[in-house]
């Protein structure tokens, strides 16, 4: 492997409506027979998925940094989380079961907790891997098959994704991948035989998913974008609120949709805070993101730097002062010259209603805000269309829990920020979609309650 920045990597067929019905009816096929299997059976399967990927975890992970650019560093960590979900989802599949509820005279009644059928995964481009994991390990654990579209942008890891699981032993066709764009997602969405979609990515893209679902009456399940606040009180340990402002904001070349962008600071602290988040952003290794101690990568694509770069001009023009970076960055190896790289940025003198503290730039930018009140931060913090996620770092206990109460966020951080174990549930409120990935609450959108009735006497009758 080696980086091509600025380079064609590879091509890829887009997948009509007549290769989405293949691998439609692959799955609907192979679905008979996995969702027939015991949920220990299904366990072993998927936990042979998780070895693979752990042993290939360097493999794989060089492979997804080439896919998107992010550093080597962050793309195995990437890998692990995958691996572990898909042990965890293995380890709570032989665990599925309804419950039996006594009824009078002797009859009863139980649910039994079912499979869907064949799911839709749509995937983004920041996390490509990852995000496939998540949505198969608890689509699988409860018996479904599926049928998974990665970003047009980053086709290439969830290919390797689909080999380890036939290599694990998952019937032929469990899960399939098909390439392509709108259309392609397009031709999912409206396919009779899919039961459910989960998509992550952009808010327009996520309403006109929900509108196609809505048509063939599917569960969807959406992860879409945000604007997350994280709040830095003036009794927080300075040193770890700043190391938690950096994995808020520059995680992934700041394409990351929970990351914490308005960086609310309390305003006794706010000068010193400010000074020590702007030289340990300036310290930020960019470059070659196979090298072991490059911290950031190129973004995703010419386009899209494009749009970061016309957030940060938009940003100055409103009033905002560029503290540092935001500048496009070449490195010194000749053969990175054509990279999409940037410099991180970090904006000071910044108001509420600046379009680059409203809106999501999914790029390297961070934004800080002055506040000066527990009241004031919280109203300032929710009044935004978003609600994925929201951080607070205080040493007072009390305070940190009575705020993220508060917030109106679905995944929130006290004195940490952009952790993701797969053990808790991850999703957001409001345009930043419903339903959730990971945790046991997964189960609940991969699955459905069927209740029996047993009548153990004569039946009562009106008639």
Request: charged share 20%; proline share 5%; with cysteine.
């Amino acid at each position: 492997f080696k980086t091509c920045p600025g380079r064609v990597l590879c091509k890829v067929p887009c997948s009509g409506e007549k290769e989405v019905d293949l691998a439609v009816q692959s799955a609907k096929a192979a679905f008979k027979i996995w969702s027939q299997m015991s949920g220990m059976e299904r366990c072993r399967v998927m936990l042979e998925a998780a070895r693979i990927i752990r042993e290939q975890r360097d493999e794989i992970a060089t492979m997804e940094t080439i896919n998107n650019g992010k550093s080597i560093l962050e793309a195995r960590v990437d890998i692990d989380v995958s691996w572990q979900c898909l042990e965890y989802y293995a380890g709570l599949a032989g665990s599925l079961a309804g419950e039996h509820i006594q009824l009078p005279g002797g009859s009863f009644g139980y649910t039994r907790r079912e499979p869907l059928g064949v799911c839709v995964g749509i995937g983004a481009w920041n996390y490509p891997f990852q995000i496939a994991c998540w949505k198969a390990g608890p689509a699988l654990a409860c018996g479904n098959a599926m049928v998974f579209k990665p970003s047009p942008f980053t086709p290439i890891s969830v290919v390797r994704l689909a080999e380890i699981f036939t290599e694990a032993g998952v019937p032929k066709g469990l899960f399939n991948v098909v390439q392509g764009g709108a259309a392609t997602g397009q031709f999912l969405c409206q396919h009779p035989d899919v039961a459910k979609i989960s998509f992550t990515g952009s808010v327009p893209t996520g309403m006109k998913i929900m509108e196609m679902a809505a048509k063939g009456i599917k569960p969807v399940t959406l992860e879409l974008g945000g604007k997350s606040p994280l709040i830095i009180f003036s009794d927080a340990d300075m040193e770890n609120a700043v190391k938690g402002a950096l994995m808020a904001n520059f995680l992934t070349q700041g394409e990351v949709c929970c990351n914490g962008t308005r960086v609310f600071v309390e305003r006794k602290i706010l000068d010193t805070f400010t000074k020590e988040v702007v030289k340990r952003t300036q310290k930020i290794k960019i470059g070659d993101p196979l090298l072991e101690d490059t911290r950031m990568g190129a973004l995703i694509n010419k386009p899209h730097l494009n749009r970061v770069q016309g957030f940060i001009k938009q940003a100055k023009e409103q009033g905002a002062e560029v503290l540092c970076g935001g500048d496009l960055y070449v490195p010194d190896d000749p053969k990175l010259k054509n990279g999409f790289y940037m410099r991180p940025c970090v904006l000071g003198n910044c108001k509420d209603d600046m379009v680059c503290v409203k809106e999501e730039i999914f790029g390297p930018v961070m934004a800080i805000l002055p506040f000066d009140t527990e009241e004031e931060v919280l109203e300032r913090a929710n009044a935004t269309k978003f609600g994925l996620a929201g951080g607070v770092f205080t040493r007072d206990i009390q305070k940190a829990h009575r705020v993220v109460a508060a917030l109106k966020a679905g995944m929130c951080f006290i004195n940490n920020y952009n952790a993701s174990p797969v053990e808790l549930p991850f999703g957001g409120y409001k345009f930043s979609g419903f339903g959730r990935e990971n945790g046991r609450a997964a189960i609940e959108y991969y699955s459905q309650l069927k209740t029996v009735c047993v009548e153990m006497g004569d039946v009562e009758s009106v008639f």
